[in-house]
């Protein structure tokens, strides 16, 4: 099966701070979605991204397809962007990476 | 709010038990998902329903099943429950079953 691999594992940064999450995959996918998991375990879709960019206020994606991998960016952080970011690839089934845990400290 | 209504929120049982949960979609969405998040297992796919029948299938176990109703929520059964099903099991909807996935608030299950 597919597999997803994200990095960092983990990500402690300042209020203020640029941030960059990654996400590989193995193959060839139907598409892709970045969801946070906040601290009180809600999972909220932050982007659905199979190829291309796209951008949400102080968020924005992008996904090469062709290279397998997608990106999250996240600028001028603040402590409720705190929680788990999760990359998750369909094919088949859903796929989810093991997550980037982000701390922002103020 | 994802729109995407789960109940119960909590639901402590013991083992060798069977529970319900139950999941209402966002208002238009055809498909329903079912998860089940664990700390050893991470965020496992379970099944996938579109306007009521069975579209896709993960990591769903023999003693586990599901359906998606006319009126299109769905309920997750969990027979014989053993410690380790305790988790916090997610449903999730879309519109087309290829689609933005929008998740519930999540059951979490205890099993004792």
């Known amino acids: 099966g597919i597999q997803v691999e994200q990095s960092p594992p983990d990500l402690i940064l300042q209020e203020g701070a640029n941030s960059t999450l990654r996400c590989n995959f193995s193959d060839s996918v139907n598409n892709l979605q970045w969801f946070h998991q906040n601290p009180w375990g809600q999972l909220i879709n932050l982007f659905y991204?199979?190829?291309g960019t796209k951008q949400n206020g102080r968020l924005s994606a992008t996904t090469v397809a062709t290279e397998r991998y997608s990106l999250l960016y996240i600028s001028s952080s603040q402590t409720t962007d705190s929680g788990v970011y999760f990359c998750a690839v369909w094919y088949n089934d859903m796929r989810f990476g093991a997550g980037t845990r982000l701390t922002v400290k103020p | 709010d994802s729109g995407v209504t789960q109940t119960p929120k909590h639901l402590i049982t013991a083992t060798g038990q069977r529970v319900t949960l139950r999941c209402s979609p966002r208002s238009g969405d055809l498909s329903v998902y079912w998860y089940q998040q664990s700390l050893d297992q991470g965020l496992q796919f379970l099944i996938q329903y579109y306007n009521g029948e069975e579209r896709a299938k993960g990591n769903i176990l023999e003693r586990f099943s599901a359906q998606q109703f006319p009126d299109l929520h769905s309920e997750l059964n969990l027979s014989s429950l053993e410690l380790g099903d305790s988790a916090l099991y997610f449903c999730?909807?879309?519109?087309?079953?290829?689609?933005?996935?929008?998740f519930g608030p999540g059951t979490r299950l205890t099993v004792l």
């Open positions: 999730a909807s879309s519109l087309t079953g290829s689609d933005t996935q929008y």
């Open positions: 991204i199979p190829s």
